[in-house]
């Protein structure tokens, strides 16, 4: 039986993009939660700033209404989430995956444990999970 035209090039692909060892400090690593708690730690110190910051702005010179800013440095709500989706227009989608608003409203029930989930690893600035938003499987179906 030849190979799939389809086949081959994904196969490829994926060897092509898979990294098999990651040399951090002296130790080489190999293992996937290994490599990933590397490469977290290696960003995680180069963006994170713990340093004091010596500008500061003054809101109240800027004439703006006043904000609570309590609320700033919580991570999002299943209520404000699910708000955000009340308001996504039905028949569009926010980004190329294709999921409409309706999506969202229609299977929130099932996917709102999973949306929840990733709004915690954004807040916490957490990207070690997000591998599995592009692992995926692509299947061809015949048309009949």
């Known amino acids: 039986m ?3 035209p389809y086949h081959l ?10 990294i098999t060892k990651l040399r951090a400090d002296d130790a080489v690593l190999s293992r996937d939660e290994q490599m990933a708690n590397a490469v977290f730690d290696h960003f995680d110190s180069i963006f994170c700033y713990k340093g004091e910051y010596l500008n500061h702005i003054k809101l109240e010179e800027l004439d703006l ?7 700033l440095d919580h991570c999002f709500s299943e209520e404000e989430i699910w708000q955000a989706i009340v308001e996504m227009p039905t028949d569009k989608a926010p980004g190329p995956d294709g999921f409409t608003g309706l999506f969202y409203r229609m299977a929130w029930p099932i996917i709102k444990g999973d949306i929840f989930r990733s709004f915690q690893a954004l807040w916490s600035l957490d990207g070690r999970s997000f ?4 692992h995926a499987y692509m299947v061809l179906l015949r048309k009949k």
């Not at 090039?9 to 898979?18: F, I, V």
């Open 9 to 18: 090039p994904a196969c490829h692909r994926s060897r092509k993009n898979h």
């Open 2 to 4: 030849p190979a799939c």
């Open 65 to 71: 209404p006043p904000l609570q800013v309590v609320h």
């Open 131 to 134: 591998f599995l938003v592009n």
